[in-house]
């Protein structure tokens, strides 16, 4: 009722201008004015098109100070109107300019903060319950931004979904566990803030988001890379269950997390990591780096070989994810997931050096594998180095993971779908890039003609359109009713008996058994570094692996 007394003033006074809260204004006319009444205030949007459009929203109070390395606060209520009419600062983190080299290099990100906790919506004109779908960006939980203009939510809008991209601490801002900090919670546990921003997120969104339209009752949590992983970071999270109702997970990797005192799997404790950095630092304690500037911190931490991973702490989340989803104790949900078959043309840190011959290259794999060699050499052979040097990462990292979720949800009862994302275009094709890492994003936002200034551009062709068209339609009616389907092109299989998957080419083409063996093959090399304790299981596959533990009763 507060939201459309509000709206009727507006129309009534014919007003152009409305002071705001902090002294802003928004110049937009009257009647384009969107409105929504949230637990924390009132809060003014942007019309666009046949869409209300509100940027930059608070969902937690800013990081800062005292409440640095600490999980998320709620957001204080403002007095007046919000303008939402911006996106809010990025987390702080590295700019990656031109001179980076990278593809997903993207300069014009410029406004870093640690006042950083927002969220962004995008819902069709008069929606009433639409279904949402809540983006999280990627970025190996180092970088990355709500605002990149790849994930506008426009287009999945016009889908009739709301969409909702936020904002999360990265780095070790984000991801930071310490002996101190532990002894500062009434859980004992640290790290993991970065996921915490993101159930604060999703708690924001499920006592709100009915004022923009969505229904808090039909939420997807849907990324990519980094985003994937914090999806199922989300699954896997008792504290996130009953926050969503549906997950979509594009490149997602399941690999091993440290422990948060407790030196396993040829990793040390997170708070041993976080020990370490303090030390590496020249600091004495956590209120020395609550003291410094946060981009020093940042860069300080970098620099020091800090990399943020979740920490399994018993709490936020319970065990390493590859036993959680063992045990049937994540969100009993359907998924959507898959991965692309150049995953590491783009991420070529992830690949060994091709061997100077193929008779090295089989000698290490066998030296390496052992009674494993020939079904390794068989999926990944010496007569393609290079194709075997790339496909083996991919595959360890995100192929198997993607077969991984689906058949878990199925066990759980839930029908899931598999994807694989195999297409190419000349700029891409041209530069050995068919079929990157992230290159089916501006196809599943619809935002193909707005990709970073240094990605190869994608043509405009009614093919390229036609396929945009397609993941567009896929992914929104997935986030409507679970079962992705689109207008004009082939039905989507689930899973299933049949291990059905759908390959994203020039068209959609359904197919059955992707990439024979694969699965079985990875899912063996995990349970043997489980079972012995002390590997990793992540990218340190083929000739980067070291000798893989001999065959245990436990994963025959």
């Known amino acids: ?163 909702v991209s936020i904002n999360y601490r990265v780095g070790v801002l984000g991801w930071l566990a310490h002996p101190e900090l532990s002894a500062e919670s009434p859980d004992g546990v640290s790290g993991n803030y970065g996921l915490l921003d993101q159930i604060a997120a999703l708690e924001w969104i499920a006592g709100n988001i009915e004022a923009f339209g969505g229904d808090p009752d039909n939420v997807t949590i849907a990324g990519e890379s980094g985003g994937a992983l914090s999806v199922m970071y989300l699954m896997a999270s008792p504290q996130a269950h009953g926050l969503f109702d549906k997950a979509i997970a594009q490149s997602a990797y399941m690999i091993t997390n440290p422990a948060l005192n407790e030196a396993r799997f040829g990793m040390p404790s997170a708070e041993g990591i976080g020990s370490y950095l303090v030390a590496g630092l020249g600091k004495t304690g956590i209120a020395d780096l609550r003291a410094m500037d946060a981009e020093e911190l940042y860069a300080a931490a970098a620099a020091a070989g800090f990399a943020p991973w979740g920490t399994i702490d018993g709490v936020v989340l319970p065990d390493e994810i590859v036993n959680v989803f063992d045990a049937g104790k994540q969100a009993p949900i359907p998924i959507l997931t898959g991965f692309n078959s150049g995953e590491i043309r783009s991420l070529r840190v992830l690949a060994p050096t091709v061997p100077e011959s193929a008779e090295a290259y089989e000698a290490t794999i066998r030296e390496l594998y052992g009674d494993m060699a020939g079904a ?55 530069n050995g890039l068919h079929g990157f890492h992230a290159a089916e994003i501006p196809y599943v936002f619809g935002t193909i003609d707005n990709t970073p200034p240094f990605w190869p551009a994608i043509p405009e062709t009614d093919v390229e359109q036609d396929l945009s068209r397609a993941m567009m339609g896929y992914w929104a009616s997935f986030a409507r009713d679970g079962v992705p389907s689109a207008e004009g092109v082939a039905a989507w299989p689930a899973f299933g008996t049949d291990k059905a998957y759908m390959a994203f080419e020039k068209t959609p083409v359904p197919g059955e058994d992707l990439m024979p063996g694969m699965f079985e093959l990875h899912e063996e090399t995990m349970c043997r570094r489980r079972a012995e304790g002390t590997q990793a299981w992540n990218w340190n596959t083929g000739i980067a692996s070291p000798v893989l533990p001999a065959e245990t009763e436990s994963c025959k």
């Open 1 to 163: 009722m507060m939201t459309s007394m509000i709206r009727s003033a507006v129309l009534a006074t014919g007003l152009a201008t409305i002071a705001l809260a902090g002294g802003c204004a928004v110049g937009t006319e009257a009647e384009e004015i969107p409105v929504a009444e949230t637990a924390y205030g009132t809060v003014l949007g942007l019309s666009e098109g046949n869409l209300d459009v509100y940027r930059g929203i608070p969902y937690a109070a800013p990081p800062v100070g005292d409440l640095r390395f600490r999980p998320p606060h709620q957001p204080q209520r403002w007095d007046g109107l919000l303008a939402a009419d911006k996106f809010g600062p990025a987390c702080i983190q590295p700019v990656r300019g031109a001179a980076s080299g990278s593809i997903y290099a993207n300069p014009a990100m410029t406004e870093l903060s640690e006042d950083c906790l927002s969220l962004n919506i995008w819902a069709p004109e008069g929606a009433a319950r639409a279904p949402v779908l809540v983006w999280i960006h990627g970025g190996a939980l180092r970088t990355g931004s709500s605002s990149e203009a790849m994930y506008d939510g426009s287009g999945l809008a016009g889908q009739g979904l709301v969409v």
């Open 376 to 430: 390794f050499l068989a999926l990944y052979p010496s007569s393609d180095l290079e194709g075997s040097i790339l496909a083996a990462p991919r595959d360890s990292l995100y192929g198997w993971t993607s077969n991984r979720l689906v058949r878990k949800q199925e066990a759980l009862g839930h029908p899931s779908f598999l994807y694989l994302f195999d297409h190419g275009y000349p700029a891409a094709d041209d």
